[in-house]
């Protein structure tokens, strides 16, 4: 079984700031991991996922996210806030090997302050 | 370059009504999945196929059913509608590459259903 947690359901950053968006996964063999963002009234896009190899994921539009194995975590970051960046980004999770589900977190939305 | 497709976008529904939504994909992708949103929840997963005539129940199964008897369209049915579906449902699609591949799921826009 897989599982994510979303630290924080609401982010504000102040344009230009760090944007630091935190996920926690937890599974019981090695995981694939995602982050989606979804725009008002729009399904879901992916922004940037984990399989094997680099730790250092890089995504669209400058976000990037690091697997660290230790901490079960996959945090997403960008170094500097855009107003466009403002949306709700989900952290996902399915197994390696060819697992056929993928479970999702609960979100968290991110607004940006001029 | 339509990728998935979901009909209708609103829908209104009475309590016991029923009625069905359409996913539609033309990528030809072997899984689909159907998800409900609600606020604070996430995505919770309804039900899901792997192929053409097969179908799958997810975490939340209760209130649903699917059909998939062609492998473009994927159909979620609810029986007798109740205000506690009251949810915006996205549709997704995968195509598994292998092993090694990961489950990137290509959305749909969504339909907001509201049961009264």
């Known amino acids: 079984a897989q599982s994510v947690t979303q630290l924080g359901s609401h982010v504000s950053v102040s344009e230009g700031a760090l944007v630091l968006l935190r996920c926690n996964y937890s599974s019981s063999v090695p995981p694939y991991l995602f982050w989606y963002v979804q725009y008002p009234n729009q399904g879901l896009q992916l922004l940037l996922k984990?399989?094997?190899?680099?730790?250092l994921v890089k995504g669209i539009n400058g976000f990037e996210a690091e697997f660290k194995k230790s901490e079960t975590s996959f945090h997403l970051t960008k170094p500097s806030a855009h107003m466009s960046d403002a949306a709700e980004y989900f952290c996902?999770?399915?197994?390696?090997?060819?697992?056929?589900?993928?479970?999702f977190g609960t979100g968290t939305k991110l607004q940006v302050i001029p | 370059n339509a990728g998935v497709t979901q009909t209708p976008k609103f829908r209104v529904l009475k309590t016991g009504q029923s009625m069905t939504l359409l996913c539609a994909q033309d990528m030809n992708h072997e899984y689909m999945y159907w998800y409900r949103q609600d606020p604070g929840m996430g995505l919770r997963l309804i039900h899901y196929s792997v192929g053409e005539g097969t179908t799958a129940k997810g975490e939340v199964p209760d209130g649903y059913n699917v059909s998939r008897l062609k492998k473009q369209n994927f159909l979620l049915g609810l029986e007798s509608a109740a205000p506690s579906q009251t949810s915006v449902y996205f549709c997704a699609s995968y195509q598994p590459t292998g092993r090694s591949g990961a489950n990137v799921l290509t959305f749909g826009a969504g339909s907001r259903l509201t049961v009264l």
């Open positions: 996902a999770v399915t197994l390696s090997g060819g697992y056929q589900k993928v479970t």
């Open positions: 984990y399989t094997t190899g680099a730790t």
